[in-house]
């Protein structure tokens, strides 16, 4: 005869120093995800969606959030209120099931009044600064979703290899625009007459 071992019970209030379970389990296994679940998700963390999965980002580092500032304040300057520069976590949704918290992204006047509360469904800019844990997602991952969701223009900022990579959108891919290293100024296609110095944004953190 096998037996079958009685069913672990937790104590009803989780010991110091463990997870507090009960509140894990108030939400969806991975993989069980829905889009309104997602955007009721409150949290501090960057948090992005894939299809019914959830992707915790890592907390940003000071030189990310300093390239990031500089990125948002210098194309805000620039657009001067012809349209909207948001930081994230503000939300891109893909329409293939995703939703993305671009570093920046910027929204002209009409995607602006489109534009919900909780995610807009369309921007005309958006901008990444590579995360070292994971240069991939950046560099392919959301190259691709950031094509499907029709981004006519994308910028891959890379501190630790000292270049920003501009890409353009043509037929539904990007195609690099400009890739530019120290000493050169990263153009924009889409907005004439913006762009940003490589050696100001390698400046950040180093201060």
Not at 178 to 194: E, N, T, V
Not at 197 to 204: G, H, I, N, R, T
């Amino acid at each position: 005869m096998t037996l079958i071992a009685p069913p672990t019970r937790r104590p009803p209030i989780a010991p110091l120093g463990e997870p507090v379970w009960e509140i894990a389990e108030l939400f969806p296994e991975q993989g069980g995800w829905g889009e309104r679940q997602y955007l009721a998700l409150r949290t501090n963390r960057l948090v992005e969606f894939d299809n019914g999965s959830i992707e915790i980002l890592p907390v940003p580092t000071k030189t990310h959030q300093l390239i990031v500032a500089l990125l948002y304040e210098l194309l805000k300057a620039f657009v001067a209120g012809d349209g909207r520069v948001f930081f994230a976590p503000y939300r891109l949704r893909i329409p293939t099931g995703r939703y993305r918290e671009p570093d920046v992204l910027y929204l002209t006047p009409a995607q602006d009044r489109q534009a919900g509360e909780e995610f807009t469904a369309a921007a005309d800019l958006v901008m990444e600064v590579v995360s070292p844990d994971d240069p991939e997602r950046d560099y392919v991952k959301k190259r691709a979703d950031y094509a499907a969701a029709g981004v006519p223009e994308y910028w891959v900022v890379d501190a630790a290899d000292r270049q920003i990579l501009v890409l353009r959108l043509e037929a539904g891919e990007y195609v690099e625009h400009g890739r530019s290293g120290p000493g050169a100024r990263a153009a924009s296609c889409r907005l004439p007459g913006f762009g940003v110095a490589v050696d100001d944004v390698l400046a950040q953190g180093r201060r």
